[in-house]
């Protein structure tokens, strides 16, 4: 087929792709191909197709036939990235949706583990789980919602079960994997004929391979997820603080000795404005859904009273909030564990209303806010460090902030930093850049009920655009100089820069022999 007219040669790609799939299945619509070409942040080239496989087979046929027909494959999940991590660069290209491979296809209860189809979402996956008392011990983004358990595990997230197990990797013990001559690969111990999932190190860590990979190696298909009993009761802490280097000293305190089940917060001032543009009717829901995951009546009270006690008021002061949300297996391990947390804020914060601490626990798969409350597009970049290293990144920020902070205003570009734990030792620090711009339609396609009316448009702003882009470009140069790390690399972060060149090598002789013609996400990873 190759090396023939190009339009002859893409008519026979649709061709192969519709046998693959069905006609439903392999969309060529305007509509869906530029969809699927649009991240959070941006759009580059657009697919000749989308296609959603909806089994290991289909999807088996449908690399074989980008294969065939020397086509990328750009493997899409939720969508819920901003790395250009899936976005076509090429003009001979499909995008691979994965929301149709969504069955659960086994759950052992006895054995803890469970294996879901690649583009399960994790409030589904969780939703399912909750039925048996159990759940993974990493369960999820905050995007969770929409983001997939193939597209997290291929990326690497952070957030719940980040504070004890640290990234989502933690809960993969095996992965089917299609291949790009539409081969199948298992790893972990399901890797032999009628043997249990059940454990990931036997022998070289395989899972961990194709971890991480940000999809260059394969597509996953199913993920087998490591499993732990629901905790009994649970909540959430939430502290004030003026400085910095304090909130970092506060926050490696409890995370090192595990306390805390998730960690996150942000400067007060985000909140103040998110506050602000947020309705009453809003805050209503809000404290509707706190009080109806209370675990009883009385506990139920007692969360709405402090809710509606401590309003907004810690709003008010302090530069920084911090939550941590903990679990107990009873009212008095919580009890101890509470106390823990505190004894290790001591008096570096201020403990103030644990509201939001309160929702996130709640409903900890929101509708994903991919524009700000006001409707300003949004681009978040992250870095992590050791604890020792958090303060002087935040610093050298702070300074190049102040250079470019008339520009910015002028521009209509602002930047706020949130932050969170993977693990005991990661200190995840990241910028949140807004602007002002036109949205994209995968903007108006996915825009939160909650937000129609609150959040507009805004009018195309070429200039703040551009500023954007450079100030990712050199806030990923600052992050290096500080000794960063990633997740969700995609084609963003510079994994293959001055990379041990043996490990490289490695690496670029897996890729090479997993995908010899470069199609399956070409550019990730940089290699
Ligand atoms: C509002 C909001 C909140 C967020 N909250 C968090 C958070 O709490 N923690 C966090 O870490 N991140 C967060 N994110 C970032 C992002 O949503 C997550 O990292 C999420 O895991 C992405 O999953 P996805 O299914 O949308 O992946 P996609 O964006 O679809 O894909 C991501 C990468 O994985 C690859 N991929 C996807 N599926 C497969 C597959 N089956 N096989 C091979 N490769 C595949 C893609 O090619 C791409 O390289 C948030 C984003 C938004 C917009």
Same mark, same amino acid.
């Given at each position: 087929?190759?090396?023939?007219? $190009?339009?002859?040669?893409?008519?026979?790609?649709? /061709?192969?792709?519709?046998?693959?799939?069905?006609r439903?299945?392999?969309?060529?619509s305007?509509?869906?191909?530029?969809?699927?070409?649009?991240?959070?942040?941006?759009?580059?080239?657009? $697919?000749?197709?989308? !296609?959603?496989?909806?089994?290991t087979?289909?999807?088996?046929a449908?690399?074989?036939?980008? /294969?065939?027909?020397a086509a990328?494959?750009?493997?899409r999940?939720?969508?819920? *990235?901003?790395?250009?991590?899936f976005l076509?660069?090429?003009e001979?290209s499909?995008v691979?949706?994965?929301?149709?491979?969504?069955a659960?296809?086994?759950?052992?209860?006895e054995d803890l583990?469970?294996?879901?189809?690649?583009?399960?979402?994790?409030a589904?996956?969780?939703?399912?789980l909750a039925?048996?008392?159990?759940?993974?011990?990493f369960? %999820?983004?905050?995007? %969770?919602?929409?983001?997939t358990?193939?597209?997290?595990?291929s990326q690497?997230?952070?957030?719940f079960?980040?504070?004890?197990h640290?990234?989502?990797?933690?809960?993969?013990?095996?992965?089917?994997? !299609?291949?790009a001559?539409g081969?199948v690969?298992?790893t972990?111990?399901g890797?032999q004929?009628?043997h249990?999932?059940?454990f990931?190190?036997?022998?070289?860590?395989?899972?961990?391979?194709?971890?991480g990979?940000a999809g260059?190696?394969?597509?996953?298909?199913?993920?087998t997820l490591?499993l732990?009993?629901? $905790?009994?009761?649970?909540?959430?802490?939430?502290?004030?603080f003026?400085?910095? *280097?304090?909130?970092?000293?506060?926050?490696r305190n409890?995370?090192? /000795? %595990?306390l805390?089940?998730e !960690?996150?917060?942000?400067?007060?001032?985000?909140?103040?404005q998110?506050?602000?543009?947020?309705?009453?009717?809003?805050?209503?829901?809000?404290l509707?859904?706190?009080m109806?995951?209370?675990? %009883?009546?009385?506990?139920a009270?007692?969360?709405? @009273?402090r809710v509606?006690l401590g309003?907004?008021?810690?709003?008010?002061?302090?530069?920084y909030?911090?939550h941590?949300l903990t679990?107990g297996?009873?009212?008095?391990e919580?009890?101890m564990t509470?106390?823990?947390?505190?004894?290790?804020?001591?008096e570096?914060?201020?403990?103030?209303?644990?509201?939001?601490a309160?929702?996130a626990?709640?409903?900890p798969?929101p509708?994903?806010?991919?524009?700000?409350p006001?409707g300003?597009r949004l681009?978040? @970049?992250?870095?992590?460090v050791?604890?020792s290293?958090?303060s002087n990144?935040h610093?050298e920020?702070?300074?190049y902030m102040?250079v470019?902070g008339?520009e910015?205003?002028?521009?209509?570009v602002?930047?706020?930093v949130v932050?969170?734990t993977s693990?005991?030792a990661?200190?995840?620090?990241?910028?949140?850049i807004?602007?002002?711009?036109?949205?994209?339609?995968?903007?108006?396609?996915?825009?939160p009920e909650?937000?129609?009316g609150?959040?507009r448009e805004?009018r195309a702003?070429?200039?703040?655009?551009?500023?954007?882009e450079?100030?990712?470009v050199?806030?990923i140069?600052?992050?290096?100089? /500080?000794?960063?790390?990633h997740?969700?690399?995609?084609?963003?972060?510079?994994?293959?820069?001055?990379r041990d060149p043996?490990?490289l090598r @490695?690496?670029?002789?897996?890729?090479?022999?997993?995908?010899?013609l470069?199609?399956?996400?070409?550019g990730?990873?940089?290699?």
């Amino acid at each position: 087929m190759r090396g023939q007219d $190009p339009g002859a040669d893409s008519a026979a790609l649709i /061709h192969a792709l519709v046998r693959a799939v069905g006609r439903d299945c392999a969309d060529t619509s305007k509509e869906a191909r530029e969809l699927a070409s649009q991240d959070v942040y941006r759009s580059i080239d657009m $697919p000749l197709a989308v !296609v959603r496989p909806g089994s290991t087979q289909e999807a088996q046929a449908v690399l074989r036939a980008c /294969h065939e027909h020397a086509a990328a494959t750009f493997v899409r999940g939720g969508g819920m *990235s901003y790395t250009d991590a899936f976005l076509p660069n090429r003009e001979r290209s499909i995008v691979l949706d994965t929301g149709r491979l969504n069955a659960v296809r086994e759950i052992n209860a006895e054995d803890l583990y469970a294996t879901v189809e690649a583009g399960c979402t994790w409030a589904a996956v969780d939703a399912e789980l909750a039925a048996h008392g159990l759940r993974p011990v990493f369960w %999820g983004p905050m995007s %969770g919602r929409l983001a997939t358990v193939g597209g997290a595990m291929s990326q690497g997230a952070v957030t719940f079960g980040s504070g004890r197990h640290g990234p989502s990797a933690s809960a993969a013990l095996g992965l089917e994997v !299609v291949l790009a001559d539409g081969s199948v690969l298992l790893t972990g111990s399901g890797g032999q004929p009628g043997h249990s999932p059940f454990f990931r190190e036997y022998g070289p860590d395989l899972t961990g391979l194709f971890c991480g990979d940000a999809g260059a190696l394969g597509v996953k298909t199913a993920v087998t997820l490591k499993l732990e009993p629901r $905790p009994a009761t649970g909540e959430g802490l939430s502290f004030s603080f003026n400085d910095f *280097s304090l909130l970092v000293e506060a926050i490696r305190n409890v995370s090192r /000795h %595990g306390l805390a089940t998730e !960690v996150f917060g942000a400067e007060t001032e985000l909140m103040r404005q998110a506050a602000g543009a947020a309705a009453l009717k809003q805050d209503a829901r809000n404290l509707f859904t706190i009080m109806r995951a209370a675990s %009883g009546p009385l506990q139920a009270l007692r969360k709405g @009273l402090r809710v509606v006690l401590g309003g907004r008021r810690f709003l008010k002061a302090s530069e920084y909030l911090a939550h941590f949300l903990t679990e107990g297996a009873d009212a008095e391990e919580l009890r101890m564990t509470l106390r823990r947390i505190r004894r290790a804020v001591g008096e570096r914060g201020v403990e103030v209303a644990n509201t939001m601490a309160e929702y996130a626990r709640a409903a900890p798969f929101p509708p994903p806010m991919i524009v700000s409350p006001t409707g300003r597009r949004l681009l978040p @970049l992250h870095a992590i460090v050791p604890f020792s290293r958090a303060s002087n990144l935040h610093e050298e920020y702070l300074q190049y902030m102040e250079v470019i902070g008339a520009e910015c205003e002028q521009k209509q570009v602002e930047a706020y930093v949130v932050y969170s734990t993977s693990g005991k030792a990661g200190f995840l620090w990241e910028v949140v850049i807004y602007w002002e711009d036109e949205w994209l339609s995968f903007h108006r396609r996915h825009l939160p009920e909650e937000m129609s009316g609150v959040a507009r448009e805004g009018r195309a702003n070429p200039e703040g655009r551009e500023l954007v882009e450079r100030m990712r470009v050199e806030l990923i140069e600052l992050m290096y100089r /500080h000794g960063a790390a990633h997740l969700q690399i995609g084609r963003a972060y510079p994994y293959a820069r001055d990379r041990d060149p043996g490990a490289l090598r @490695l690496l670029r002789s897996v890729k090479q022999q997993l995908d010899p013609l470069g199609l399956i996400n070409p550019g990730a990873l940089g290699i």
